[in-house]
């Protein structure tokens, strides 16, 4: 049973006076409002229902608490045992203060603050010093009314936001998902978490029932943190919206249609539990909140919604990444869907209005790949500078590098120098075991002690002695003529600790019936020939307009690759307009479309004779004198999209790749294409 502080001393001048406490007393006692006794008053009656005490105020007398006499004692003995979380941490303390004012609907004064976090009233004082910075930066107000107190004003879309970030970051996922198991349409549960107690068990559950319940809403893709929020920022939505209390209207809000679809679900299940209609703009507004959690499926080009300028920034951050630390990321397909997930709901989650505390899982993380850390951290603010990253958010784009890591360790060996005094025979043994026991170490050179004033040791990424250097500064380790096998365990946990991206861990692989594997395989094989035989690159005749220039490229296609040319263009340009295409620092664009029209797939480049200026992904300008154009039916098969996907993946995907796209004669094309075909049919 959890009281706050004030009700606490309530409930201790009740006790100690049995026989009835004046309102004006109670209101001295604590210095804060009638309206503030009433409400205190009306969570106490609440808390106490289970013990069959009750408070009474007969007219003209005083509140008095009434029960059986063992009934009381119990009462007695859970106010002694129930102790007050005293948030001895600053930042924790601030956030609940201003949870506190802002879901007061009067003023608060500071001797109440006071009583509430037991701390001198100059500490609250600091506090709101602290504070108030802060919630300019949120655009909200912390105003102080003479003779009357403290409050928080400003919109209640702000309000929401902030009070869902800190009640998020003030209950660990354990105690959240350990309490809401326990919810059921009773919803009597008690909590001590103050940052808990600001939702109403009631809303939690009704939030936990309906999003649990909603079949597009594949909780199998939500992270445990991300569920949270999510069931966080709702329960306070449903709350808020009991009390009438709704965000405002935005003119410019346009949230994406699935997440529309979703948090119109929602909404309509809320609607009916409160009784009364939801505003569209709530609705807009949870819509955006599901922005900020990975409950969609990796998307690719075809896909309306697809973000183009994202995708090139993803691409962007791991190349800056693979060349900043050194390690190649840049063929990992995996991540760069991971990534896109990630930072595509990362980038719509809010900042919270005080300090995360520190997650020390995700701290041991950057300690073990600080290399990487740096790398991901100056690289991050390069390809997303407008936007600030929590150290939470910045760990977890870490944890998605070094997952690759793990999965695909670099192809970058060590380079060993081994400095042996003995004959060539031992050198010779030595260098055998270590290439047999020690894969890790792709590259060594045996030199002897005499030769050390030649050799340029920055090169290495590892130095091994077979004797003592009394005088040598670099690091280095001394290791028998024939490696023992404690040796190469020593080498191998040094390594590790050198490298630790060197670890591996071998994947599961995937059992496939051998019939559907063939089906596969032969349906791959066959989309790609037909690729490969309606691959073009040819000169082309511009017209006035890019888009008229598509018309009639399109045109040549129909009845062949289209069935309605007017349509494809159509549609081709309505993806061209929806997001920037054009590949930044080049001469070229992707068009493309997957509709009905399209009767197979299809993949041409055609050189333009003058040059038309388009948005590039950067959103910045290039001259585009050559169209690659990419179309598929709709829908489309398995096969098809792995195939198309490689298409479009590879145009950013490195370097070469780009240089071919740009320049690259049908012959160069043709061998790009069969060669991404060839692995994809490798791993089908």
Do not use: W
Not at 51 to 61: A, H
Not at 259 to 267: L, Y
Not at 476 to 488: F, G, H, N, Q, R
Request: with cysteine.
């Amino acid at each position: 049973m959890y009281f706050s502080v004030r009700e606490k001393k309530i409930l201790s001048l009740l006790l100690t006076y049995p026989n009835g406490v004046q309102l004006e007393q109670l209101r001295h006692e604590l210095n804060v409002s009638k309206r503030t006794i009433y409400r205190e008053i009306s969570s106490i009656e609440k808390t106490i229902k289970p013990l069959d005490v009750q408070i009474i105020k007969p007219r003209g007398e005083g509140y008095r608490i009434v029960g059986e006499s063992i009934n009381l004692d119990k009462l007695k003995d859970e106010i002694e045992e129930n102790k007050e979380d005293l948030f001895t941490d600053n930042v924790q303390r601030q956030g609940a203060i201003v949870s506190s004012l802002l879901l007061m609907d009067e003023e608060e004064t500071i001797e109440g603050l006071s009583i509430d976090f037991q701390v001198s009233p100059s500490t609250i004082v600091s506090d709101l010093q602290a504070i108030e910075q802060s919630l300019e930066d949120y655009r909200l107000q912390l105003q102080r009314l003479k003779g009357r107190g403290i409050k928080i004003t400003g919109r209640e879309k702000e309000k929401r936001q902030i009070l869902g970030n800190l009640i998020f970051n003030g209950v660990s996922e354990y105690d959240f998902f350990q309490f809401i198991d326990q919810l059921d349409a009773e919803a009597q549960v008690k909590t001590d978490n103050f940052f808990l107690k600001q939702l109403t068990p009631q809303s939690l559950y009704l939030a936990k029932t309906i999003l649990y319940h909603i079949p597009q809403y594949s909780l199998k893709e939500v992270t445990d943190n991300q569920l949270q929020r999510i069931l966080i920022l709702l329960a306070l939505s449903i709350d808020r919206i009991r009390q009438q209390r709704f965000v405002e209207e935005e003119q410019d809000s346009s949230p994406k249609p699935e997440s529309m679809q979703i948090a119109g679900q929602i909404m309509i299940k809320v609607a009916t539990e409160c009784g009364h209609s939801i505003p569209a703009q709530e609705v807009r507004f949870f819509a955006y909140q599901l922005e900020g959690i990975n409950y969609k499926k990796p998307q690719n080009i075809f896909i309306d919604h697809f973000d183009v300028e994202l995708s090139y920034q993803i691409k962007e951050l791991i190349r800056l990444v693979s060349e900043e630390s050194g390690l190649e990321f840049r063929k990992d397909e995996q991540l760069f869907n991971d990534l896109l997930t990630h930072m595509a709901a990362a980038l719509k989650r809010n900042i919270t209005v005080l300090p995360n505390v520190v997650n020390p899982i995700l701290q041991k993380v950057q300690e073990k790949y600080h290399t990487l850390t740096d790398a991901v951290t100056k690289e991050l603010a390069v390809v997303f500078p407008d936007h600030t990253f929590s150290e939470d958010e910045l760990g977890y784009v870490v944890v998605h590098f070094a997952t690759s890591l793990e999965r695909h360790p670099s192809s970058k060996g060590l380079f060993v120098l081994v400095l042996c005094s003995s004959g060539i025979g031992t050198a010779r043994i030595l260098e055998s075991r270590i290439k047999k026991y020690l894969p890790e170490i792709q590259q060594i050179q045996v030199a002897k002690i005499s030769e050390m004033n030649q050799l340029n040791f920055k090169q290495y990424d590892l130095i091994l002695a077979t004797v003592f250097l009394p005088e040598f500064t670099l690091p280095y380790k001394v290791i028998s003529p024939l490696l023992l096998d404690e040796e190469i365990q020593e080498l191998r946990t040094y390594i590790h600790e050198l490298r630790p991206e060197t670890e591996r861990i071998v994947e599961d692989v995937p059992v496939v019936e051998p019939s559907d594997a063939f089906g596969d395989l032969y349906e791959t094989m066959r989309t790609a020939n037909q690729l490969l035989n309606h691959l073009e690159v040819q000169p082309f005749a511009a017209e006035e307009t890019i888009e008229l220039t598509l018309e009639k490229i399109i045109g040549m296609l129909q009845g062949t690759i289209v069935s309605n040319a007017e349509y494809v263009t159509q549609k081709v340009i309505d993806r061209y307009i929806v997001a920037p295409i054009g590949v930044p620092k080049t001469n070229f664009a992707l068009f493309h479309s997957a509709n009905k029209q399209v009767q197979e797939p299809f993949f041409a480049i055609y050189d333009l004779d003058k040059a038309f200026s388009i948005l590039g992904m950067d959103k910045k300008s290039i001259q585009l004198t050559r169209v690659l154009l990419l179309l598929a039916p709709d829908p489309m098969p398995e096969a098809q999209k792995g195939l198309l996907g490689k298409i479009s993946s590879s145009v950013i995907e490195s370097d070469l790749n780009t240089e071919i796209y740009k320049f690259g004669n049908h012959e160069l094309v043709y061998q790009l294409l069969s060669s991404l075909f060839i692995k994809e049919i490798k791993q089908s």
